[in-house]
């Protein structure tokens, strides 16, 4: 009975006219990547699912909104996900507003989210160096790996940016990273991962066909990486080597960061390699960079006597 009405409540809101409009445009107007668009479609037929169920109007009003994130909680989702949530209705209504679907803007009775920002996790240089050595790179699946690893640490990119890359995209001293909004970047590739990377090209990725499969990274069956894959074999990497921590594919690129800035390199020019369109989200990995704080600290403080 409880299977029946499920597929029922799916089939209800399985195609809103209203929503997909406002996919359409946040994509193809706002620039919105993909997988934005993808979570924002999935909270907001959460949201019709509820007005449905309740028996609420559709379009929704502010007082659903609120009652969608009530239940959102009572399920015991993340609170990056309610915030997620509530941006995608905030901007939905304002949306339904602009182009007269309703009379009333009901996004201004929403406060805007606010939550703490979490510091990022950050790999020692220890555990990097162990996780990188992890792959048994006298097999083609190690090879691979390795190239994965050392691309992710070597450039910061986003998981799905590596998976987008193509053969063509990797030069001598750079790589053109296809980031969000279908905007692109030109990221330097350090020599160990470019090494790695030639290694993979001319070992393993000749074996696939690159006239029919452009992808830079395949599996084993000539198929393009995903996201999925990527996290899993990070996943399996961590747990082989014993490191403890939460590790993720995003992890490198917030140990890239953090390493740079703790090298002294400017937070403008680690915004420009990690492809931030704001200053303020590179700015939380001076939260991170204790090191730079404890030299600064014992160069200039008057007060500072070495133990």
């Known amino acids: 009975m409880a299977s029946s009405q499920k597929a029922d409540s799916a089939r209800r809101v399985s195609n809103d006219p209203l929503i997909e409009e406002f996919i359409t445009y946040i994509g193809s107007e706002r620039g919105l990547a993909t997988h934005t668009q993808a979570a924002y479609r999935r909270d907001l037929y959460q949201l019709h699912a509820l007005c449905v169920d309740e028996g609420r109007s559709w379009p929704p009003d502010a007082e659903a909104v609120v009652a969608s994130l009530h239940a959102s909680r009572q399920c015991g989702k993340k609170t990056t996900s309610q915030v997620r949530a509530l941006v995608a209705a905030k901007v939905f209504l304002r949306y339904l507003f602009r182009e007269s679907y309703v009379k009333t803007d009901h996004s201004a009775f929403l406060e805007s989210p606010k939550i703490w920002q979490t ?48 053969i063509y995209d990797v030069s001598d001293d750079l790589v053109k990273v296809h980031g969000k909004g279908g905007k692109e970047r030109l990221v330097p590739i350090g020599r160990q991962a470019l090494l790695a990377v030639d290694a993979y090209l001319n070992q393993v990725r000749q074996k696939c066909d690159s006239t029919t499969e452009l992808h830079l990274f395949v599996t084993q069956r000539g198929k393009p990486m995903d996201r999925v894959s990527v996290w899993k074999m990070v996943r399996g990497y961590a747990q082989k080597t014993g490191i403890e921590k939460r590790i993720s594919p995003h992890t490198f690129r917030h140990t890239y960061a953090t390493h740079l800035l703790d090298a002294g390199a400017d937070l403008r020019v680690i915004q420009e390699l990690l492809g931030h369109a704001h200053i303020s989200s590179t700015d939380r990995y001076t939260h991170v960079s204790s090191s730079q704080i404890r030299e600064v600290f014992r160069t200039f403080h008057p007060r500072w006597k070495p133990s």
Not at 131 to 157: F, V
């Open 119 to 166: 510091i990022p996790s950050v790999l020692g240089y220890h555990d990097l160096d162990r996780l990188l050595q992890a792959p048994d790179c006298t097999t083609d699946e190690g090879i691979r790996d390795r190239a994965i690893l050392e691309l992710l640490y070597g450039t910061g990119m986003r998981v799905s940016e590596l998976c987008s890359l193509s």
